[in-house]
């Protein structure tokens, strides 16, 4: 207790009053080291006090100058590392070789024997006097009952190490011990923890009494993450994460970075790098102009845009607050960007040719559009203004501003719709289409893909929240199937896509394996430490609710209208050569729906949409006539 008390007042002291302590202690003890180093060498002890005091205390003053230009009094005390200690070694070599001078010059004959002792005396008193010090603040910062959560890291390597050393002053955790694959630490003692193999994680938990666990290999592949969360599951403790290498700025792991699993760990990929000469292709040096720029997609859009330094960036959205968020993001990021906000509606075609005549815009990607499914089968005729006629304005406006580049950015939910949302964005597609027969000028095309994990419609934050507060978790089917994709990996694909386009082609993403709904929740629970409540189970913490599809919803979700694909330039981009419909009767078709949504007529909207979508279907058509498709079964395995 006298410990935590001391240790206490230490942690309670602001940093230059903790400075000022150790110059004191060092000021009063260096010269001490320096008698005892005289003493201990040919000198007798009457001889080195006959000496003097002052030669002492100059050594002394000597010393802590030294130490002071090599940084050691800037180093924090309980974050001492080996960088510490050989700055500290040369330093003091740095001085008994100015020592060394100086008994030279004045021929001072038994010194030099004694510097070479007051070099191993010296250094022993101040290694010792910064581990007893973090000691005592160890002792200090450990709050009275308050239990600290003992933690297994998984991964001994450098980050692993500065998590361990960062987690013995922390309030929150506890370090436990190590588990690693490298066999040559097996039974090994790393940072004062044990080392065990992972087959021995049970035995470990077990005997370390351990409450979470910690992945720390912050350079290890999503795949390889994903597979060491997949082992993890069924401990039924708590796994969090240290971010990646490019998370981890600084290159130091801290407390701080341990954040919770995240569901990318579990649906993401590993990245394929993007072509730099695709890339930067339709953006670098050029006025770019992005539609739904503060929405998920468009604001990703915007940041990866950026990144390739552009001449100027131009947003477009119809959300106020969307539009300062973004603006007020890019501008930290933007470079020698110029960034122009616009507030406005796509729909607005008068506004969109302003914006593209008075910025110059030479690329655009269309990434506006409704696109929550009840919401907009709600609101059928807003749907059909906004993804449709916006869209027709978009076109016209570039076709007319003369652009180089349009980008449709499209759907999953536009191939054999249910949904007025998808069906509106299917229209959307056509109009691409029909543009890039007519363009001399635009290059025209579109980029389909499905749902991107995070954005403003995906079901993980939901989760999330349902978890959190102790359940249910809703779904809507226990079969429901979707496609995930990170949003900077689909934006990637996105501006690489428009790069390769020629006129008129559908680019679909791949979007990797279909997940089961229902097993991603499952896994989420698990990973929180929790565990399902189900009728075999009636204690468990967190229940699935299965609430019944929303209208419009369709269980699998697909990515091609027919079955003719071709391969790209890129691996993770397909080209679909789908049906079209001639320019001429689309425009009548199009006019002839302005008017059903000009009359506010809506049974002539759903008609007019059916007759340009003859794809369109009832949900419950759809869901009853197409088989299951293999999803990734992870909740089983996790």
Avoid at 103 to 118: D, M, N, R, T
Avoid at 552 to 571: F, M, R, V, W
Wanted: include cysteine; aromatic fraction near 6%; charged fraction near 20%.
């Amino acid at each position: 207790m006298a410990f935590a008390r001391i240790g206490l007042r230490l942690a309670q002291l602001p940093a230059n009053g903790k400075n000022l302590l150790i110059l004191a202690g060092d000021g009063l003890m260096l010269p001490f080291c320096a008698f005892g180093a005289t003493a201990l060498g040919p000198d007798s002890l009457v001889e080195a006090q006959g000496r003097g005091l002052l030669v002492y205390v100059l050594a002394g003053l000597l010393t802590i100058a030294v130490l002071a230009v090599a940084g050691l009094y800037r180093s924090v005390v309980r974050y001492i590392d080996q960088r510490t200690v050989v700055r500290t070694t040369l330093a003091l070599g740095g001085v008994v070789g100015g020592l060394y001078v100086v008994s030279e010059w004045f021929k001072i004959g038994s010194l030099p024997s004694a510097l070479v002792i007051y070099w191993f005396v010296a250094f022993a008193y101040l290694l010792a006097s910064r581990l007893i010090a973090r000691t005592l603040l160890q002792y200090g910062l450990h709050r009275p009952g308050k239990p600290r959560r003992k933690t297994m890291i998984y991964g001994a390597g450098n980050a692993g190490v500065q998590l361990a050393q960062a987690m013995k002053f922390s309030v929150e955790y506890q370090p436990g011990c190590f588990v690693d694959d490298n066999i040559a630490l097996r039974r090994r003692v790393v940072a004062g923890l044990r080392v065990y193999s992972p087959e021995q994680m049970e035995v470990a938990i077990e005997r370390h009494e351990i409450e979470q666990i910690v992945v720390a290999i912050p350079s290890a592949a999503v795949s390889v993450r994903r597979a060491l969360i997949e082992r993890f599951a069924g401990l039924g403790l708590p796994v969090k994460m240290l971010p990646g290498l490019v998370e981890l700025v600084d290159g130091h792991a801290s407390v701080s970075d341990i954040r919770d699993i995240d569901v990318s760990d579990l649906l993401g990929r590993d990245p394929v790098p993007p072509d730099p000469g695709l890339f930067a292709r339709n953006l670098h040096g050029k006025v770019v102009l992005v539609t739904g720029a503060g929405g998920s997609i468009g604001s990703e859009l915007c940041r990866q845009i950026v990144s390739q330094r552009p001449r100027k960036l131009v947003l477009l959205d119809h959300s106020e607050f969307a539009l300062y968020t973004i603006e007020q993001e890019l501008g930290h990021i933007r470079g020698g960007c110029e960034i122009a906000a616009v507030l406005g509606s796509v729909v607005d075609e008068d506004l969109l040719i302003r914006v593209m005549q008075t910025h110059g815009v030479e690329t655009a990607y269309h990434a506006a559009a409704y696109k929550h499914v009840p919401i907009v089968e709600a609101n059928a005729r807003q749907g059909v203004v906004n993804n449709v006629f916006g869209t027709l304005a978009m076109v016209r406006a570039a076709r007319r501003c003369e652009l180089g580049s349009f980008v449709l950015i499209s759907t999953d939910k536009a191939v054999r719709p249910t949904n007025v949302m998808g069906a509106s964005k299917r229209i959307a597609e056509l109009i691409v289409q029909a543009a890039a027969e007519r363009s001399s000028g635009t290059v025209f095309s579109m980029v389909r893909f499905g749902n991107v994990l995070g954005s403003s419609g995906s079901v993980v934050p939901l989760f999330k929240r349902q978890i959190q507060a102790g359940g249910p978790v809703t779904i809507t089917h226990p079969d429901i199937i979707r496609y995930f994709m990170l949003i900077p990996e689909a934006a990637q694909l996105v501006i690489q896509a428009g790069a390769m386009a020629r006129g008129g082609e559908v680019f679909v993403l791949d979007m990797g394996e279909p997940v089961r709904i229902a097993d991603l929740a499952r896994s989420m629970i698990r990973l929180s430490g929790l565990t399902e409540r189900t009728l075999d189970q009636p204690e468990g913490d967190i229940a699935l609710e299965f609430v019944g599809l929303r209208p419009g919803e369709k269980l699998y979700e697909e990515l091609l209208i027919g079955d003719h694909t071709a391969p790209s330039s890129h691996p993770r981009v397909m080209c679909a050569h789908e049906r079209r419909i001639d320019p001429p009767l689309l425009d009548k078709m199009i006019a002839s729906l302005h008017t059903a949504c000009d009359q506010n007529d809506g049974d002539a909207v759903l008609r007019l949409v059916r007759n340009l979508v003859p794809e369109f279907r009832s949900p419950e058509e759809v869901n009853s006539l197409i088989a299951p498709r293999p999803a990734v079964a992870f909740g089983n395995s996790l």
